[in-house]
């Protein structure tokens, strides 16, 4: 009896509630409701430079001259849709070093959108000649410079440019030169212009070199192309070549001061074993590496090729002094670094040329080299210092049997940078092993702010001066 009494209670309670739904759906309760008017910003201009409305974005750009400052713009003229307000008016001073947004309001509608502003920047970021050479530009003098080697025809080279966004330039990137002669190249952007002069020089001795497997610059793998377009752009009289070119004797060497290889593999080249297994190129050029190291020539040695110091006799002829603890990640899935990465400076060598003019971080006696945000190899060749394995019990083991400067060290004490400094006529050797040390990333997160990687150009440039000094 409960049971039919609860029933109808509940069916009684349903019909009243479907009834006052549609009582209050008349057109006298959804009248006050103001669904009419339009929240348009027809145009805006700030401190007289008009903005562009991009109506499927919601967005508004003021276009600005390069040089000029955005922290208290007046906004001179603003138009809305009839019968709208906004939250910022004619006459209101905005901060524009970063976006605003405009909250348009019509009765009950409403809309946001972005305002910001763009410098008219007119620059050339890079040149590179038939995809390999990359040229060195000095922004100051709006100069650029590329070396190519001298059996290049200089009359037919085609320059690939990066320049500003939403720029113009002439001639056009991807149109053949004859470089016998320096070429101007005009960029404009709406206010903004420049020129730069661009010269290419044809050398017969290169004063470095960095060297690889590929036949040419544009067949390394990323990793090793991105510190090999550093190396172009920033090593006066550079070039690429490679270990055939070296052991045809194609390049004359007699002014090269460094040579650099940089050597990234995947999966990691982990001990002498590999490495004489894997760096089959490299190892059938030793002799004409040796004699270039015993001539007075430096080398720099970087990831994995810090294996070869061992093999041109840096170390004696023993070629068991290799790095003893070596891995690596696949570029395609690297570590995401959840924040900076850095190893540490070694006891009595933060004065080394190498640590030098670094972006410091919390620590000073640290090599900060990576950002929050960078995915990263973390591809190491180091030298595991104890007794439980590898035959270095200490550092001055370690020393001893590599003749040896230690430089960097792990967070574990492991030795990740050292050197052996130029002695009886022949060359430095600077080595590099520490994962930290990382040139590509194949992916950014969002938000990515590139800070202390910027020291990995830095300690390079370091290097290319300590070595060729």
Known sequence: MKTKIFQYLFACLVGCCITSTLTSCNDDNISNLQLSGDCMIESIKLDSYEGTVNLTARSIVVRLPEVYNTSAMQVTELKLSDGATCNVSQGSTLNMDAAKVLHVQNGDVSLDWTLSVLHDEARISQFVVNDIYQGAIDQAAK???????????????????????????????????????????????????STYTVTVIAIEKPKALFVGSAAVMNDLDDEAKAACQWMLGNVSGSLYASFADLRAGTLDLSECKVIWWHWHMQPAVDGHDQFVSKATDALETKNELRAYYENGGSLLLTRYATNLASFIG?????????????????????ELCGGPWDFNIYEGQKGHPLWQNLIAGDDPNKVYCTDAGYHITNSTAQYHIGTDWGGYDNYAAWQARTSGTILGVGGDGAIVAWEYPAHDGKGGIVCIGSGCYDWYSYMYEPGYVENFHKNIETITKNAFNYLTK
């Open 314 to 334: 840096a170390t004696g002829d023993d070629d068991w002094t290799t790095p003893n603890n070596c891995w690596g990640g696949e570029e395609g899935s690297a």
């Open 143 to 193: 100069t650029i410079t590329v070396y190519v080697p001298s059996s290049v025809d200089v009359t037919a080279l085609v320059p690939t440019i990066t320049y500003s966004q939403n720029a113009t330039v002439t001639p056009g990137s991807g149109v053949a030169q004859d470089f016998s002669q320096p070429v101007t190249y005009k960029v404009t952007n709406n206010s903004a212009e």
